[in-house]
């Protein structure tokens, strides 16, 4: 037993469990080909132009990357009509996260999250001493009524995700203009928006909107998802500038690097790809959906890309069969769903490999 004084809430966090790699379950199970639908990446990968680009190797990493991004932000501001001083990048929008609550957290304060979320909320705020307050979803959807009763006079940023993770739920228009009239204009709301891109043009919020008239509202996004360079670690959040260049403080210089910058700007440059994917995908996912409803597999109707699918009592038996063919999903467990899988939507031909199988494993299991 170490000597060294490790802080308490370390200490008492969950061993870090990394997920498992393509060439770790080729190799247990002697397989040729692996299927990665655990972590949502998207599997038709980068725009091509990125792939070119980089054939001609990486000349200028011998300098320190631009630690104000100023081409991409210059790219993105464009893009989405909002000033250049109102976003900030990080290593993935992990790191934004965390920042956010380095910035604002300590031990006299408390964020509320929907349980279960996405990890990264809980662990920045243990990070800061803060009190985590839990507020159970409901039906799969973020509740928004009970997420505003719970704010307290120590409440100081709520987190909000849509489409959600694990569950693929939205938060509606009307959900949204509740919360943020209804929050305290010392909450920073955040609005996780990972997978915004997969959510169907009338059910999609133009939250960037709100910016205007809520100074306490950060939207984060991400370039590990649709723009299929998770590997690069990029992502960034939009709000006001008084909050960001507060929070742009505390960042250590290099954080994005200089392929991740490259490459940001080439997906951005590279819509006509965006687009061909996100149709893709959503097509992809009605066809899952309707499999599944025709077999009687109970699923969260989802707007992402990926599924929660009810996988009975046995699912980690079905997810080790499933290993075995080469198909690797995330246990529900580990996402605050047991019982459960989370897939993400793939390939077509990989989609109906992996829907068949699945299904003879669910029979198997659940006779
Ligand atoms: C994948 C994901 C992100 C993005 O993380 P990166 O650090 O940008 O790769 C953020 N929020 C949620 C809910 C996600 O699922």
């Not at 040729?32 to 990446?41: D, H, I, Q, T």
């Not at 800061?128 to 928004?144: C, G, M, S, T, W």
Request: glycine share 6%; hydrophobic share 35%; proline share 4%.
């Amino acid at each position: 037993m170490t000597n060294i004084k490790i802080k308490p809430w370390i200490s008492s966090l969950p061993e870090y469990i990394p997920g498992g790699t393509i060439e770790e379950i080729k190799e247990k199970y002697n397989l040729k080909e692996v299927y990665k639908l655990a972590s949502n990446e998207n599997i038709y990968g980068p725009s091509p132009k990125i792939i070119e680009y980089f054939k001609n190797g990486f000349s200028d990493i011998k300098y320190y990357p631009d630690s104000y991004c100023r081409q991409l932000r210059k790219k993105l501001s464009r893009k989405l009509g909002v000033s250049g001083d109102s976003i900030i990048f990080g290593n993935g929008t992990d790191q934004i996260i965390e920042m956010v609550c380095d910035a604002i957290l300590c031990k006299n304060s408390n964020v509320i999250v929907p349980d279960p979320t996405f990890l990264t909320y809980e662990k920045s705020a243990l990070k800061n001493e803060a009190e985590v307050i839990k507020v159970p979803l409901k039906n799969f959807r973020q509740d928004i009524k009970s997420i505003i009763k719970s704010i307290n006079k120590d409440t100081a940023v709520i987190f909000l995700t849509s489409p959600h993770n694990p569950t693929g739920t939205i938060i509606t228009k009307e959900e949204i203009e509740c919360a943020l009239e209804n929050i305290r204009k010392d909450i920073l709301v955040v609005l996780d928006e990972a997978y915004i891109e997969f959510v169907p043009e009338k059910y999609k919020v133009d939250s960037l909107k709100y910016l205007k008239q809520y100074d306490n509202l950060l939207i984060m996004r991400t370039f590990s998802k649709i723009y299929g360079i998770a590997g690069l670690r990029i992502g960034y959040g939009i709000g006001s500038s008084e909050v960001i260049s507060n929070i742009t403080k505390l960042m250590q210089p290099f954080v994005v690097n200089s392929i991740a910058q490259v490459a940001a700007i080439l997906s951005l440059e590279d819509d006509d790809n965006i687009s061909r994917n996100v149709d893709t995908i959503i097509k992809e996912r009605e066809i899952f959906s309707r499999r599944l409803k025709q077999e009687g597999i109970q699923f969260v109707e989802s707007y992402s890309n990926f599924i929660l699918i009810k996988a009975g009592g046995r699912s980690t038996k079905i997810i080790e069969e499933l290993m075995k063919k080469g198909f690797m999903v995330r246990g529900g467990e580990f996402l605050g769903f047991p019982g459960y899988i989370r897939v993400s939507i793939s390939l077509p031909e990989i989609n109906k490999m992996f829907t068949e199988l699945f299904i003879n494993l669910y029979r198997e299991y659940n006779s």
